[in-house]
């Protein structure tokens, strides 16, 4: 495969409009070849083998979450002092900010080219525009719903 140049304003292959230097799909397709050593094109939802795609998977992360919930309220009325997380809170939402302006743009880089050459309606609701790259967006926005399971904890 033939190198890209990052710094390109056109023709690069893993934004339709965007330079690569700031296409979220770009740093996706970095970020997928530095975890799993595959472009991210090569990702695909397989029920039953993707991380939290099966029943049992979720009613667990469901029971967790209730036990959290119910389990805290338990503990923190036995606790004589309120737990002082405030550090760690920043943080996480922080880091939950940062992913969701990131998906954000990630979604606007698909989205806007369609709904200007398309319309809204195909935008939304096109059997065309349910692609690979918009799949593993909605995939990842999914994952960051489980990651914000952690604030239960956190309040």
């Known amino acids: 495969m033939a ?88 943080v996480h939402n922080l880091v939950l900010t940062l992913i969701s302006g990131f998906l954000l743009l990630a979604f606007l880089e698909q989205c806007l080219p369609a709904w200007r050459d398309k319309g809204f309606f195909f935008t939304i609701c096109g059997a065309e525009s349910w692609t690979q790259p918009m799949e593993v967006i909605y995939y990842l926005n999914y994952l960051t719903k489980w990651l914000e399971f952690v604030d239960t904890v956190l309040l």
């Open 3 to 90: 190198e890209v140049n990052p710094f390109s304003l056109s023709g690069t292959q893993y934004s339709q409009h965007w330079p690569s230097l700031v296409s979220p799909d770009y740093w996706l397709n970095q970020g997928f070849l530095l975890v799993t050593g595959q472009p991210k094109a090569a990702w695909r939802w397989n029920p039953g083998t993707t991380l939290f795609s099966t029943q049992r998977g979720v009613l667990s992360g469901v029971v967790l979450y209730l036990a959290m919930v119910f389990g805290g309220q338990i503990i923190m009325k036995k606790v004589p002092k309120p737990i002082r997380l405030k550090r760690i809170t920043q």
